[in-house]
């Protein structure tokens, strides 16, 4: 069959349209998908450095755009800040240009005008000679910008070039870029607000360590001290129940083993009239038991001297000898000994006089004694000696002990007490944190989203809306038949149940991406979010309605029950979120009144309609 010129000139109009049509879907098809993955950014960049780089990236895959930039603007200010840069020439030298150089050149001539510009060699050149822009960086071949806005203040421009003379960006780049740019500042937006709050969170928690940490310390000190009191009330003990002075030393050797390194120890007491040392107690991995010896210049006598606690280790012994204070090898002087490496002593007092020393020692070389364990030494001496005097003295000895026993255990018991006080309190504040967080934002009882957060998500929705009407939004408000009867027959707890397994259907009814919320009693909404039109909403209705229409097993009895839904379409003659909402209540009692089960679409009438029953009442 042969067409006539009229037919062909139809057929070739039809395929142009065709061609046309292929040609937008795929734009679309394009476009859709980068904001898909700035969505994916959003959600998963926590971290300014790592977003910008991103952006690049994505935008990289779909334009001509080895060369990027992102100018963050300040209108109360009109300060400029560079947020990323990308240039395949002038990389290394914008380190050394001001942001505010950024006003004079093609981005501020962006942000005087609030229009995207396409700009090449030509007009770049005529806009100089104008005095409309002053040349910047490297001189390419094609110049595309944009401005960034928030609602509707301009925050930035975000810009792409390239040095190539054969490639020219053209409007469908344009329209392309201005889409990513628009969805830009919200991913920009949500990741400020992530890293801010991992910011906080992280603060918090080295606020938290740092509290720890004082915590830890505070413990520690505490369990040494109770440590000490707990030898000292031994100590106390001992000089009461001991049979004689050898099991007294003894025992008092096993307590001070508790406390340090005493592998090797020994008593040193003065005759009566001061001219030699006894060692009533002596023990040494490599000695024999000392034997009685004339006052000589041992460590011992340099300790009765000072009349003071001392710790010598190998230079301080060495430094001693030198100044004649000390002879080394006092222990046995009739066989060459074996050198301490540390030595530990501190003295015993009766009324304020010397009348022995108490001593440790180490061989290692590897060990030494601190200034703490002679502090613990220091007062370890001062009860042996009081050991020492309880034949002297000892009703005064026992109204001591009765003193010291009634103040450590009043001490252990209040440090005890505090420690855990402190360990309660920081678990309580952690768990009081974490419930009050989620209270503010969750409904208890069933674990979807409350009034609160379901509208503050509705009004960042609706803004998103008014700066990109493209993306479809649609509200469905339910309500449940049959709940008041059911919570009134079968118990509160029937209805709670009811009310939680309600919960579960919708949300599997519902996308991934949908906010599905509980306002209160038996009434729940789902936001429906990126609608490719008006029958998105009519099927997941009609899966909801399908979902609660399924018999309800609960706790061993079957409720049947349904749910009437209504369904608010986003129009640009919205004012606010809060008018969405009172459609899509409308459209539900309109769909009661048909008869429950159904959903039904908002449409002006049933708002009056819904005005005029209220009105009846």
């Given at each position: 069959m042969k067409l006539n010129g009229s037919q062909l000139q139809l057929i070739k109009a039809k395929a142009r349209r065709l061609t046309t049509l292929i040609s937008r879907y795929k734009q679309a098809?394009?476009?859709?998908?980068?904001?898909?993955?700035?969505?994916?950014?959003?959600?998963?960049?926590?971290?300014?450095?790592?977003?910008?780089?991103?952006?690049?990236?994505?935008?990289?895959?779909?334009?001509?755009?080895?060369?990027?930039?992102?100018?963050?603007?300040?209108?109360?200010?009109?300060?400029?800040?560079?947020?990323?840069?990308?240039?395949?020439?002038?990389?290394?030298?914008?380190?050394?240009?001001?942001?505010?150089?950024?006003?004079?050149?093609?981005?501020?001539?962006?942000?005087?005008t609030r229009q995207p510009l396409l700009c090449d060699n030509k007009q770049f050149?005529?806009?100089?000679?104008?005095?409309?822009?002053?040349?910047?960086?490297?001189?390419?071949?094609?110049?595309?910008?944009?401005?960034?806005?928030?609602?509707?203040?301009?925050?930035?421009?975000?810009?792409?070039?390239?040095?190539?003379?054969?490639?020219?960006?053209?409007?469908?780049?344009?329209?392309?870029?201005?889409?990513?740019?628009?969805?830009?500042v919200t991913a920009l937006d949500r990741v400020k607000s992530r890293e801010l709050l991992e910011l906080t969170v992280q603060e918090r928690t080295q606020q938290l360590q740092l509290i720890n940490q004082s915590l830890q310390k505070e413990i520690k000190e505490r369990t040494n001290a109770e440590r000490l009191q707990a030898a000292l009330y031994e100590i106390s003990e001992l000089t009461a129940s001991s049979r004689d002075m050898q099991s007294f030393y003894k025992a008092?050797?096993?307590?001070?083993?508790?406390?340090?390194?005493?592998?090797?120890?020994?008593?040193?007491?003065?005759?009566?009239?001061?001219?030699?040392?006894?060692?009533?107690?002596?023990?040494?991995?490599?000695?024999?038991?000392?034997?009685?010896?004339?006052?000589?210049?041992?460590?011992?006598?340099?300790?009765?001297r000072?009349?003071?606690?001392?710790?010598?280790?190998?230079?301080?012994?060495?430094?001693?000898?030198?100044?004649?204070?000390?002879?080394?090898?006092?222990?046995?002087?009739?066989?060459?000994?074996?050198?301490?490496?540390?030595?530990?002593?501190?003295?015993?007092?009766?009324?304020?006089?010397?009348?022995?020393?108490?001593?440790?020692?180490?061989?290692?070389?590897?060990?030494?004694?601190?200034?703490?364990?002679?502090?613990?030494?220091?007062?370890?001496?001062?009860?042996?000696?009081?050991?020492?005097?309880?034949?002297?003295?000892?009703?005064?000895?026992?109204?001591?002990?009765e003193e010291l026993e009634r103040k450590v255990f009043e001490s252990t018991r209040e440090l005890r007490q505090t420690n855990l006080f402190l360990r309660l309190q920081v678990e309580e504040r952690k768990k009081a944190e974490q419930k009050l967080f989620y209270e503010a934002n969750h409904d208890l009882l069933t674990g979807l989203a409350n009034r609160q957060m379901f509208l503050e998500q509705l009004k960042r929705q609706f803004a998103l809306y008014k700066r990109q009407p493209e993306v479809g939004m649609a509200l469905l408000f339910l309500d449940l038949d049959r709940f008041k009867l059911i919570n009134d027959t079968l118990g509160h707890h029937i209805g709670d149940a009811f009310l939680i397994e309600t919960s579960k259907r919708i949300l599997s009814a519902v996308r991934e991406h949908d906010l599905a919320a509980r306002l209160g009693g038996d009434e729940f909404v789902v936001l429906l979010q990126n609608l490719q039109g008006e029958h998105d909403a009519e099927?997941?209705?009609?899966?909801?309605?399908?979902?609660?229409?399924?018999?309800?097993?609960?706790?061993?009895?079957?409720?049947?029950?349904?749910?009437?839904?209504?369904?608010?379409?986003?129009?640009?003659?919205?004012g606010n979120g809060e008018q969405l909402l009172r459609d899509a209540d409308a459209a539900m009692y309109h769909a009661k009144a048909l008869g429950r089960g159904r959903y039904a679409i908002f449409q002006d009438k049933m708002r009056d309609q819904m005005l005029r029953a209220l009105g009846a009442e």
């Open positions: 098809y394009t476009i859709q998908g980068a904001l898909l993955k700035l969505s994916e950014l959003a959600s998963t960049i926590s971290d300014m450095r790592e977003f910008y780089p991103a952006i690049h990236k994505m935008v990289s895959e779909l334009l001509h755009a080895e060369n990027f930039y992102v100018v963050l603007y300040d209108g109360t200010t009109e300060q400029y800040s560079l947020q990323y840069f990308s240039d395949e020439k002038d990389q290394q030298i914008i380190k050394q240009v001001p942001s505010s150089s950024f006003s004079s050149g093609l981005t501020g001539y962006v942000t005087k050149n005529a806009m100089l000679a104008n005095g409309d822009i002053q040349a910047q960086g490297s001189e390419c071949t094609h110049w595309m910008g944009i401005p960034l806005w928030r609602d509707e203040q301009l925050i930035g421009v975000m810009a792409i070039q390239t040095y190539d003379s054969d490639y020219r960006y053209g409007d469908e780049e344009l329209a392309m870029f201005l889409s990513i740019g628009g969805h830009t008092m050797h096993k307590v001070l083993a508790g406390l340090m390194s005493a592998d090797n120890c020994y008593i040193a007491l003065l005759n009566s009239d001061q001219t030699k040392l006894t060692f009533p107690f002596y023990l040494d991995q490599y000695s024999p038991p000392a034997r009685e010896r004339p006052i000589s210049r041992g460590f011992t006598e340099y300790v009765i000072c009349a003071e606690a001392r710790l010598i280790n190998t230079d301080a012994a060495e430094q001693l000898a030198s100044e004649g204070e000390i002879r080394r090898g006092m222990a046995d002087p009739m066989q060459r000994a074996r050198l301490s490496s540390c030595w530990l002593g501190a003295p015993l007092l009766i009324d304020q006089r010397v009348i022995g020393v108490i001593a440790v020692q180490s061989y290692d070389n590897a060990y030494e004694y601190t200034e703490q364990e002679l502090n613990i030494l220091r007062f370890v001496s001062q009860h042996i000696g009081v050991a020492i005097q309880r034949k002297l003295a000892a009703e005064k000895q026992k109204q001591h002990q099927d997941i209705a009609q899966r909801i309605i399908e979902k609660v229409r399924e018999p309800y097993y609960l706790e061993g009895q079957q409720v049947n029950s349904g749910v009437s839904i209504g369904i608010a379409l986003m129009q640009a003659e919205y």
